[in-house]
């Protein structure tokens, strides 16, 4: 068992090394099938990222409270709504700090503008702060069964909105994503396929002199392997260097206009690590037993 | 041993083998000849389990090779070797590693490995060439290193399949020598030939195939005359023998 292992891990490398313009020809396109998949994966991570950090700021319901309504009946409403899985937390926000808030927040520099105002146009609400997005809508339903509300506001249209974005976001990239990895699986295969017909004589011979279909497959599969170890080191280190360039020169940039800031380098290295290699591994060993299937049909 | 119980094998209307028996011993050294299409091709390709029979049962060292699973193929062609017309060495190994490699598919040590093979590639006299790739040898050089990797695992039964098709005379007679060599230790011979002065000069066993049937098997000699041996030739490459006959 270990003398087979031991032949087999050796031929693979002697016959990457003869075969050398064949490897690197491999190697080459499964890196770049990898850098490909690669930059998708981080646009829709970031993507991801930043519907996310957008999604935080339209997670709130309020409901508006009748002037009549009292803060005990306001208490009663809070404590129903906290009993709820979907809510986060609850809090009262009272007119007055209500409006100092917005005057604070739009006019700041004209504040004194409502100082003349005889009456606070603002009503007492209850603000809610639910777990998800998506659970807003049923929240609302609820808060809008209530006595003495006066309505309940949120923000239907941008959340909506906003779960179609990612939602969307999310199947279509899954979709290109399998799209390319199939492809990935095509190609190199073809790849190999080209290696294995190259070598169908030796295989052939190697059949007449009594090699298992696996003995003969070893040796291939191991370099299907090797071959997917070598893309996946190559793709994510030159992708990791690009990311971390763009990261460096454009982050300030996007968390000027979009409030929102990158994934973290450091965390992106880790995962296309083990990504790439989980993948440039199946597509290598996928790659090469798929070729191998009609030379061994005996 | 090769026992061969009534067989039968028809390619679609064409017959390759009608209800033949044969029984090869230990020991043994035969040779098959006939015309290009009696069959010949068919016996051989049945006792690797490359085709099966329409009919009959196949023994080959006890093995018996209709039954045999897929799975056991590659147990029936360690115990026999095979010598083919064209080498069939591996262009990408040097001659060790041919060797080599039909005892490593047997899963043996390194050890073993190192020990057995220039044994036999000295019984083969090849030995100065170990390092030397197959492109690099002359054609009776490369057909030795095929005779050594066909005997490196110690088959019973050795099969050869016109050894000496692309040689020249005097390489064919050297090639010849060799084989009876490895008959005399034991190892059964079958060998498919065309070539009638090396029957004839041996004088061992001959089975002659014809449409299908065992026309002859008797100890002599090829028993066709000249002229019948050429019009049957049809696929024979080289054609050294000829020349000198």
Request: proline content about 3%; some cysteine.
């Amino acid at each position: 068992m270990l003398n087979s292992l031991k032949y087999t891990i050796k031929e693979a490398f002697t016959q990457l090394f003869r075969n050398g313009a064949m490897t690197v020809a491999s190697v080459f396109s499964i890196t770049a099938m990898l850098l490909i998949l690669g930059i998708f994966f981080l646009i829709t991570v970031n993507i991801g990222l930043a519907v996310e950090n957008v999604k935080d700021d339209f997670d709130t319901v309020s409901v508006y409270l009748l002037d009549e309504t009292s803060y005990e009946t306001a208490q009663t409403m809070m404590l129903q709504l906290e009993g709820m899985p979907e809510v986060e937390n609850v809090h009262y926000l009272d007119k007055d700090t209500a409006l100092a808030q917005w005057t604070a927040e739009k006019f700041a520099d004209n504040a004194d503008m409502f100082e003349g105002l005889a009456k606070n146009p603002l009503p007492n609400s209850i603000e809610i702060k639910v777990k998800d997005l998506a659970s807003a809508e049923n929240v609302a339903k609820v808060a809008e069964t209530f006595d003495g509300i006066q309505k309940v506001g949120y923000y239907k249209d941008v959340a909506d909105k906003l779960l179609r974005i990612s939602e969307g976001l999310r199947t279509g990239m899954m979709i290109i994503m399998a799209f390319l990895v199939v492809i990935s699986v095509v190609v190199v295969s073809n790849t190999i396929k080209l290696t294995v017909f190259a070598r169908r004589k030796e295989i052939e011979i190697m059949k007449y002199v009594g090699a298992t279909n696996w003995f003969i497959r070893g040796p291939f599969l191991t370099e299907g392997i090797i071959i997917g170890i070598f893309s996946a080191i190559l793709s994510s280190g030159m992708l990791v260097f690009i990311y971390s360039r763009v990261v460096k020169s454009f982050s300030l940039h996007i968390t000027w206009f979009m409030d929102t800031g990158m994934v973290p380098v450091s965390f992106m290295t880790f995962n296309l690590i083990w990504i790439f290699l989980a993948l440039g591994i199946s597509i290598g060993a996928c790659g090469s037993i798929v070729s191998m299937r009609r030379f061994l049909d005996t | 041993m090769i026992v061969f119980d009534n067989v039968t094998k028809n390619y679609n209307t064409n017959i390759g083998l009608d209800h033949v028996s044969v029984r090869i011993k230990k020991g043994d050294f035969v040779f098959l000849v006939g015309p290009s299409g009696a069959g010949k091709s068919t016996f051989v390709r049945l006792v690797l389990k490359e085709i099966e029979p329409d009919e009959g049962r196949i023994f080959v060292n006890g093995l018996e090779v209709n039954t045999l699973t897929n799975r056991l193929i590659p147990k029936l062609r360690r115990s026999t070797g095979i010598v083919f017309q064209d080498f069939r060495l591996l262009p990408n190994k040097t001659v060790f590693e041919n060797v080599a490699f039909a005892m490593e598919i047997t899963h043996q040590t390194a050890r073993q490995i190192r020990r057995q093979v220039p044994q036999v590639l000295g019984l083969v006299g090849i030995s100065i060439k170990a390092d030397k790739y197959p492109n690099q040898l002359a054609g009776g050089e490369q057909q030795r290193v095929a005779i050594a990797r066909a005997l490196v695992n110690n088959p019973t039964v050795l099969i050869a399949d016109e050894p000496t098709g692309n040689l020249d005379p005097d390489t064919s007679w050297e090639i010849m020598r060799l084989l009876e060599q490895i008959n005399l230790r034991g190892t059964t011979i079958l060998m498919v030939t065309h070539a009638k002065d090396i029957v004839d000069k041996m004088g061992k066993r001959v089975i002659a195939i014809e449409k299908g049937k065992i026309v002859r098997d008797e100890y002599g000699d090829y028993g066709y005359k000249e002229e019948e041996a050429h019009s049957h030739r049809g696929a024979y490459i080289g054609g050294g023998y000829n020349k000198h006959a």
